[in-house]
């Protein structure tokens, strides 16, 4: 499990390696999940579901109810925070704030990103090269995206067309520029990112 908080946010990410039997302990009220979570297709959900809430618990100090709108996007039941979440093969990310809107994604290292390229990198992108390959731009760019899909709200997003990174250089970590052309406002977001040996994290916190 990885923390990190400042004045603004806090993030923190969690890799599932537990148990679901294991997972549950940590709850005062196990039964309560164990009913939330009887119904679900997956043995992976029920972990996701779970986990997510046990890494919220360890950033905020006490249990708190995650809802969700009609079109997925979770809250706060009690809306003391801005919350997002993001799950990529077994880990979990959370991002947080009780001020600003903010975005959050995990994106696990793979091939499959390479296949997907055409899909979202537009021309006037520049991915770069890090540790000898493009595949790590290919995800802070996908990921990043994702990021800027989450804070937007907004349905029909296609995230050639309407969403563009501005050129960085790909570092172990850093901030760069997305623009969106969805809305009317084609608003800049300054996205924050850092690569770990197994995945990506992007995060944006508008103030």
Known sequence: MR???NKTHSWGI???QESLDELLLSFDNSSRYENEIENFSSSKRQLEYITTRILLKHMLGEEK???YHPNGKPYLSDNSYHISISHSGDFVAIILSNQYVVGIDIEKYGMK???LVSRFIRLDESPTVFQGEKRWSYLLHWSAKEVVFKILNEQNV???KHLKI???QTESYGSFLAQESRTVDNRLFNIFYRIYPEFVLTWSVVE
């Open 14 to 16: 969690w890799k599932m």
């Open 158 to 160: 296609d995230f050639k």
């Open 65 to 67: 109810r995650i809802a």
């Open 166 to 168: 501005e050129p960085f």
């Open 113 to 115: 990103i390479d296949s």
């Open 3 to 5: 923390i990190h908080k």
